[in-house]
């Protein structure tokens, strides 16, 4: 099939990137996002997240008219649904709202012959729930479900698996996984992907596919959080975590993970619940890695309000009013600026809770309107502050914080000091 025109439904940390390299391979692609500040930005050929290189790629495709932003769905060849799975209550339930609000919108442009793709990561069963809604909207096409290899529409899962930061380049480099509902839709979303992946597109049923996203970031979680498990026991045991690891490592089949302040990202910290949800009494593990990583930020907390009130004591102060606080960092990860589930987001709040002084942030990649907290540069930081607390390691960080006259403490590195004003 010639795919002449590709509709992308959510223009946000995947959808873009994908919508440009679509654009980037002369494909007219219309991207859809309900966001009217998001589409505007688009179609005046500029980009309203951080990504390297995304913002040429972007400005080039709008520029020579292969890419076009609006709010509601048009006729395609073929639509993409990327759009956020969060968290519905304190239970981790998964909240289908928004890929059923996407489907749902598509519905009454579908023709026969498309191709409905769905790149959101999502619990099990998810594409299998995109058919049925896309049946109960459209009852004059026919659908996998019912009408198998001879459906007028055919429906697929493939998730994304690229890193935030090499988002452009791993699209094209990295394997897809692609699950169709039967061997035809595989097919035409593989002859869709091949359009500019250079990677291997494996092919599998939806509900594997479903669980192939879940269970890679399952992995790495669990990882993380033998990491993390690991730095608070060092911790309690007077042990440089860092140094231990360091020498563990250099076991041939040993390869521990770097500790940090807990797991952010809309995959890691979220993924993992997806399983836990689907079969709770099976996923043990999975669930204790998740709880792991998210108490330890709560750890972090606790531990940095301890440095405070040693330093108060140490400098005889009997006011946390006088003293400031410097953050560094505030995304979920170096050198982008998503704050989805951001565990350094949370850890300032919580300390600004039990805490009168002065608290800054600095983060290069968050502009002041996305910033929550009072702002700060780097320089003042190291300048005024009197404890200076690290917990993202941006690249703007590390020529300056690693000179030796600069003490901090920092949960991303090998650093365990407290800045002392002279």
């Known amino acids: ?172 480099r990295n394997d897809r996984v692609v699950g169709g509902m039967t061997p035809k839709c595989s097919a035409l979303a593989c002859a869709l992907y091949k359009t500019f992946v250079q990677g291997e597109c494996v092919v599998t049923n939806a509900r594997t596919a479903e669980m192939a996203k879940l269970t890679e970031n399952s992995f790495r979680d669990v990882n993380i959080a033998f990491a993390n498990e690991l730095s608070m026991i060092c911790d309690k045991l007077d042990i440089n975590v860092w140094e231990l690891i360091s020498l563990a490592n250099r076991h041939p089949r040993v390869n521990i993970l770097q500790p940090g302040p807990g797991v952010g990202g809309h995959c890691i910290a979220v993924d993992p619940w997806f399983i836990v949800h689907s079969a709770p009494s099976e996923s043990k593990l999975i669930e204790t890695a998740r709880r792991v990583n998210d108490g330890k930020k709560e750890w972090v907390s606790k531990d ?56 800054k942030v600095v983060d290069p990649n968050i502009s002041n309107e996305k910033n929550p907290f009072n702002t700060s540069t780097l320089t003042d930081a190291i300048k005024n502050s009197d404890i200076i607390i690290e917990l993202v390691n941006h690249r703007e960080f590390s020529e300056i914080i690693t000179k030796p006259q600069t003490k901090f403490k920092s949960y991303c590195r090998h650093i365990n000091k407290i800045n002392e004003k002279k």
């Open 1 to 172: 099939m010639q795919f002449n025109t590709v509709s992308v439904i959510g223009l946000g940390y995947i959808g873009l990137p994908t919508a440009a390299v679509f654009a980037s391979r002369k494909i007219r692609v219309i991207g859809v996002d309900v966001n009217q500040n998001a589409v505007d930005t688009i179609n005046r050929g500029e980009i309203h997240i951080v990504e390297p290189d995304l913002d040429m790629v972007v400005h080039a495709a709008v520029t020579e008219g292969y890419l076009r932003a609006t709010t509601l769905p048009e006729p395609a060849d073929a639509f993409l649904i990327a759009v956020p799975t969060p968290f519905k209550g304190d239970n981790h339930e998964p909240d289908l709202s928004y890929i059923e609000a996407a489907t749902k919108a598509i519905a009454p442009v579908l023709m026969p012959g498309n191709l409905v793709i769905l790149e959101s990561t999502s619990p099990v069963g998810t594409t299998e729930k995109i058919a049925q809604w896309l049946a109960e909207a459209r009852p004059d096409l026919t659908f996998p479900q019912s009408q198998g290899e001879n459906s007028d529409i055919r429906i697929a899962h493939c998730p994304e698996r690229v890193l935030p930061g090499q988002v452009l380049h791993e699209l094209v």
């Open 304 to 359: 940095i309000i301890r440095t405070i009130k040693v330093y108060l004591k140490t400098k005889k102060i009997n006011d946390h009013k006088k003293i400031t606080i410097s953050f560094l960092g505030i995304t979920f990860k170096p050198n982008i600026d998503d704050l989805r589930e951001s565990p350094p987001l949370e850890i300032i709040k919580k300390v600004s809770e039990n805490f009168d002084g002065t608290i």
